[in-house]
């Protein structure tokens, strides 16, 4: 009776996570508000939902002032950006709580280890932090693809004789997003007045992607120095077609090495799940006994470093 009380509690506080991460998904929900906060300097930009609490919250106020200051909170919030989740910082980390305790709960009905419960909490507590780490490295990836051909188009409308702001409108009529609300997004801080080399800079905050960095520097020198933005782009297109080739052929070329980084990693879970189906006598002393149970825990952070160093190892940086 206790595990099935326990059990409902736990799912309850999981749905109510799930209902809230749905939230995650939509875009701004103020247009206005969205390009404020975008123009805003990032020395001085403060998370609105964060800053706004009523009376009797000082101590949460200043639990959270802290927490952004120490720039926890500000590399979430730049996360949740760059991700493309517009929501406020305190969104997630509600839901960051609430599926901590689920976890907590749903350990303590499984195990009297406090340190399994607790890793049980952090594991479920980790799910939405994940979740914007996959969606942002998707994001990021997807821009960059369209990049290229976005600078193509660019150089095309500036070649025919429009302004860059005209090309960048072709540009978001023609393209899908991510690239077409960003450059969106570009477009509406340059109507507020914000100058134009300085929105492609918010953008790249927005999306730190190394190709488009060059397209703002190439921009702020162009309007400082004055030059043929069109061979500039156009030279810049075939610089980043490049620079994806060689990425893809590095990924070619290391694959076979990741691929057994990943075997080395996995086979021994592998295995252990396999002999408890097969021959649960052989695992008993592992998982049963005081001593095969910290065995069982050492080998697990040794696994897990070992595959961390692998990974790190195969990063070609470039």
Do not use: C
């Not at 030059?227 to 994806?244: D, F, K, W």
């Not at 060689?246 to 290391?254: A, P």
């Amino acid at each position: 009776m206790d595990l099935l009380i326990t059990g409902s509690i736990a799912g309850f506080v999981l749905l109510i996570g799930a209902i809230l991460m749905l939230r995650f998904t939509g875009g701004p929900t103020a247009t206005h508000d969205v390009l404020k906060r975008m123009s805003r300097p990032e020395a001085t930009r403060v998370d609105d939902d964060i800053i706004k609490v009523g009376r009797g919250r000082d101590q949460g106020k200043r639990l959270l002032t802290a927490l952004y200051q120490v720039n926890l909170l500000q590399r979430l919030e730049a996360s949740m950006w760059q991700a493309g989740i517009y929501n406020g910082v305190a969104d997630i980390l509600i839901v960051i709580v609430l599926l901590f305790g689920a976890g907590f709960a749903a350990g303590s009905a499984l195990t009297d280890s406090r340190l399994l419960q607790l890793g049980v909490g952090a594991g479920l507590a980790s799910l939405p932090i994940l979740y914007i780490r996959l969606r942002k490295a998707h994001r990021l990836k997807a821009f960059a693809v369209q990049l290229p051909y976005a600078l193509d188009l660019m150089r095309s409308s500036l070649e025919a004789g429009h302004s860059l702001l005209r090309g960048l409108q072709v540009v978001v009529a023609e393209f899908a997003d991510p690239m077409k609300s960003e450059f969106r997004s570009v477009i509406e801080q340059s109507r507020l007045g914000l100058p134009l080399p300085r929105a492609l800079e918010e953008m790249l905050k927005r999306v730190p992607v190394e190709d488009l960095r060059l397209l703002v520097v190439a921009v702020k020198v162009q309007s400082e120095v004055g030059s043929s933005l069109a061979q500039i782009i156009g030279r810049l297109s075939e610089i980043v077609r490049t620079r994806q080739r060689l990425h893809l052929q590095i990924r070619s070329l290391t694959a076979q090495s990741r691929m057994s980084g990943m075997v080395v990693g996995f086979l021994p879970i592998a295995m252990l799940a396999a002999f408890s189906v097969i021959q649960p006598s052989y695992t008993h002393t592992l998982l049963y006994e005081p001593g095969g149970q910290k065995i069982l825990k050492i080998a697990a952070v040794l696994d897990t470093l070992g595959f961390m160093t692998i990974r790190y190892l195969l990063k070609v940086r470039y």
